[in-house]
Every structure is written in structure tokens, then in C-alpha cells.
């Protein structure tokens, strides 16, 4: 009884995949990539975007559509030319020496310079590591007497 079950599922999910698969792979093909998935960008119009400079951590790293998440917004590399101009998203260590994507890592501190396209993604030019942004320290300076004074007045105003 179990084993005639089994092969009932077995060759259910057997058609099931021979019905779905053709049509993944045809999905999946290089020329059929759709572009709000593609990690590299061929081509890019600067008309429509915004430039884009942010300094924070790395949030996500999807390696194998080669993209960043950085301030809730997805990175992606730049190899296109735009008018006579070629444009080249480049990797940059901590002393400003070329490196690989792979080189970077989830936590770490980046500079993102690039465009800003409509859909949301980010076309990087740069992306750089940087040491943590140091924050301003605040200091507090202890409220003033002539200030006590004042607000004790209101309170006092109110109570009567």
C-alpha cells in the first residue's frame, strides 16, 4: 500500500515537472532574462535617473544575480556606454585599490555612488569601503537657573 502510494506521488510529481520545467528554462534563458532581475546593466538612460550617493552598511549580498542591498535599496553593477561615454562599476577597498564583488562582505561599511533609476534599483559607478561614519558626540549642558525659573513660573501659574 505505501509503495503504491509513493509511485502515484512519484509520478505526479513527475509530470508535474515536465509540464513546468521547459517552460522555466525558456523563461530562464540569457536573451529572455527579465530586466528587474538582471544583475549587470547593459544599458541605462541618465535622463530618467537621479544621482545617488549614500554611505552605510551593506545589508544583503545576492551573489549569484551579483546585486548589493544597501540602504533598502538594490545595487546593481554598470557595464554600458551612454552617448561616447563608457560606463563601469567599480570596486574599491579602503585605500581607494581596485577589488572584486566578492570581496565585499554583509555588515560592512560602504560609500554607493550611481544613479537612482524610477523602478528603484541603484546603478552603481563606485562602491567603495570606508571605515564607520563617526557620529557627532552631543553634549549636554545642564538647563540654565534663569530657565528652571521661568518654567517654574508657568507651573506655578497653573496651579492657582
Given at each position: 500500500?505505501?509503495?503504491?502510494?509513493?509511485?502515484?506521488?512519484?509520478?505526479?510529481?513527475?509530470?508535474?515537472?515536465?509540464?513546468?520545467?521547459?517552460?522555466?528554462?525558456?523563461?530562464?534563458?540569457?536573451?529572455?532574462?527579465?530586466?528587474?532581475?538582471?544583475?549587470?546593466?547593459?544599458?541605462?538612460?541618465?535622463?530618467?535617473?537621479?544621482?545617488?550617493?549614500?554611505?552605510?552598511?551593506?545589508?544583503?549580498?545576492?551573489?549569484?544575480?551579483?546585486?548589493?542591498?544597501?540602504?533598502?535599496?538594490?545595487?546593481?553593477?554598470?557595464?554600458?556606454?551612454?552617448?561616447?561615454?563608457?560606463?563601469?562599476?567599480?570596486?574599491?577597498?579602503?585605500?581607494?585599490?581596485?577589488?572584486?564583488?566578492?570581496?565585499?562582505?554583509?555588515?560592512?561599511?560602504?560609500?554607493?555612488?550611481?544613479?537612482?533609476?524610477?523602478?528603484?534599483?541603484?546603478?552603481?559607478?563606485?562602491?567603495?569601503?570606508?571605515?564607520?561614519?563617526?557620529?557627532?558626540?552631543?553634549?549636554?549642558?545642564?538647563?540654565?537657573?534663569?530657565?528652571?525659573?521661568?518654567?517654574?513660573?508657568v507651573d506655578a501659574v497653573r496651579s492657582k
Amino acid at each position: 500500500m505505501i509503495f503504491k502510494n509513493m509511485f502515484k506521488w512519484l509520478a505526479f510529481v513527475t509530470v508535474l515537472s515536465a509540464a513546468w520545467l521547459p517552460a522555466d528554462a525558456a523563461a530562464a534563458a540569457p536573451g529572455n532574462e527579465h530586466p528587474a532581475r538582471a544583475g549587470r546593466l547593459t544599458a541605462l538612460d541618465p535622463e530618467e535617473c537621479e544621482p545617488f550617493l549614500v554611505q552605510t552598511r551593506i545589508m544583503e549580498i545576492t551573489r549569484e544575480r551579483g546585486t548589493l542591498v544597501v540602504a533598502e535599496r538594490e545595487i546593481r553593477e554598470i557595464e554600458a556606454t551612454i552617448g561616447d561615454k563608457q560606463f563601469k562599476t567599480e570596486f574599491l577597498g579602503l585605500d581607494g585599490t581596485p577589488e572584486t564583488a566578492a570581496g565585499f562582505r554583509v555588515g560592512q561599511y560602504v560609500m554607493v555612488e550611481g544613479f537612482l533609476h524610477p523602478d528603484g534599483y541603484v546603478a552603481a559607478l563606485v562602491v567603495q569601503k570606508i571605515e564607520k561614519p563617526v557620529e557627532p558626540k552631543r553634549t549636554y549642558a545642564p538647563v540654565e537657573k534663569s530657565r528652571k525659573s521661568l518654567r517654574r513660573g508657568v507651573d506655578a501659574v497653573r496651579s492657582k
